[in-house]
């Protein structure tokens, strides 16, 4: 890989991959860090990366998650996730598209880490959830009732 590829990368992706990072941590100086990180990682294994196995955005959020979930595992040992099952409400679009950014952010970070992780691909990334599926290593089925959880939270939360 040459200067100019991970220019074109870091150009392309840390913007995504930050925005992600601050979803999820409470301190700017940290999400920093990782992104950070998450391009020293890019760059050491990019002789690793296998195009037939998943694209570079698909590769990239990976190394991304596995870096805030090795971030959570280092400061805070005793986080679980809530794994329990949402009732089948709708999808409710318009709910995030109304709500200001803030208020949306703040009720974001109060979800469990799994729950987060879906919504963000879904909206921010704009990935249907069979890819979000794949990525997760979750089947279908249970990306979807997530996803319909994370939902119902969010608007709970924001008052909806």
Partial sequence: MNPSDLENIYATYSGKVMGYL???LQCRADAEDLCASVFEKVLRKWEEYDEEKASV?????????????DYYRKTKPALELDENIASEEAVDDAM?????LGELAAALKKLPNDLQTI?????YDQK?????AKIMHLSYGAVKLRHQKALAMLRESMGA
């Fill in 57 to 69: 955005s698909t590769w990239i959020f990976t190394i991304t998650r596995n870096t805030v979930i």
């Fill in 96 to 100: 995030l598209q109304e709500e200001t």
């Fill in 128 to 132: 249907p959830l069979t890819e979000i």
């Fill in 22 to 24: 601050m979803a999820r």
């Fill in 119 to 123: 919504v963000v691909l879904a909206y």
